[in-house]
């Protein structure tokens, strides 16, 4: 198996936190509020300052943040404000996005919503969180998945937010089980082949869940990552999502299925990453 030493570029990831900071120059008071002031001329309008169809989108930002040591302030809080005030009554967070396989599922909404929760909740209201992700991990105990995506984010979802360790072998047999026998490899679908961004999304959930890097059911995914990696690096995955934008270069191969490609070489790369 590979071995090679993964560095982590401490100038881009503070860079890219200023990002996420500049992406709500609105002002951290007012994001904490929920709203933002937009010019428009001579007049100013006064509008939510994170669109809920893009909780997914902010719960990444939100996780990618401790990366480049960023320390609890309004912006997080604010973030977490508003995270937190959308989950449902019934304790999911809602997708409003139709673009499979990583944003259409009120599993990935729900899993990535708990972690971001777990990572920058203010103490002032700790009791208050702690409830949001119990209420988070009982949807998730009775919701049936039906794609690798949500239960691998099933999977996840459980882990982060510490449900019991009979709880999470129980969801994690059966979708081993789902594990092709031939390739080693995992299909988003029943009905589709084995691909890097299901298996790297599964072995990474199996990592988070506690499952070993050595046991058989992890090396044989590492294989079948190894195996289908283009000599320059990177991963094919094609494209299940209807366009809802023209499409563009963004310098990763494969052209239109160039953007799920890369999204499936990260979460290769996670569970590559995760062996050493």
């Not at 047999?173 to 490899?185: H, R, S, T, V």
């Not at 953007?259 to 995760?274: D, E, Y």
């Amino acid at each position: 198996m590979y071995r090679v030493a993964f560095g982590l570029n401490q100038h881009q990831t503070c860079h890219l936190a200023a990002c996420v900071r500049e992406e709500f120059r609105g002002g951290a008071c007012r994001l904490k509020l929920g709203l933002r002031l937009r010019n428009e001329g001579k007049s100013v309008q006064v509008e939510p300052a994170i669109d809920q169809r893009y909780v997914l989108g902010h719960t990444h930002e939100t996780m990618a943040l401790p990366a480049a040591k960023y320390m609890p302030d309004v912006m997080t809080a604010g973030l977490i404000h508003a995270i937190a005030s959308w989950q449902m009554p019934d304790g999911s967070w809602p997708s409003l996005i139709e673009r499979p396989p990583m944003e259409y599922s009120t599993f990935s909404h729900t899993a990535l919503s708990i972690r971001a929760l777990t990572l920058y909740a203010p103490e002032g209201r700790r009791t208050e969180i702690d409830d949001k992700i119990r209420r988070a991990r009982s949807w998730l105990l009775t919701a049936k998945p039906a794609s690798a995506e949500e239960q691998a984010m099933r999977i996840m979802g459980w882990a982060w937010s510490k449900a019991s360790p009979k709880e999470i072998e129980a969801a994690i047999k059966p979708w081993i089980a789902l594990q092709n026998k031939q390739d080693g490899g995992w299909s988003q679908l029943p009905h589709l082949d084995s691909d890097p961004y299901a298996t790297g999304m599964t072995l990474y959930a199996l990592f988070q869940a506690g499952v070993s890097t050595k046991s058989d059911v992890y090396r044989k995914g590492i294989v079948f990552l190894l195996r289908n990696q283009y000599e320059d690096g990177s991963w094919f995955v094609k494209s299940r999502s209807f366009p809802t934008q023209p499409h563009f270069e963004s310098g990763y191969p494969f052209g239109y299925n160039q953007w799920i490609s890369s999204a499936g070489a990260c979460r290769a790369t996670l569970a590559i990453i995760a062996t050493m």
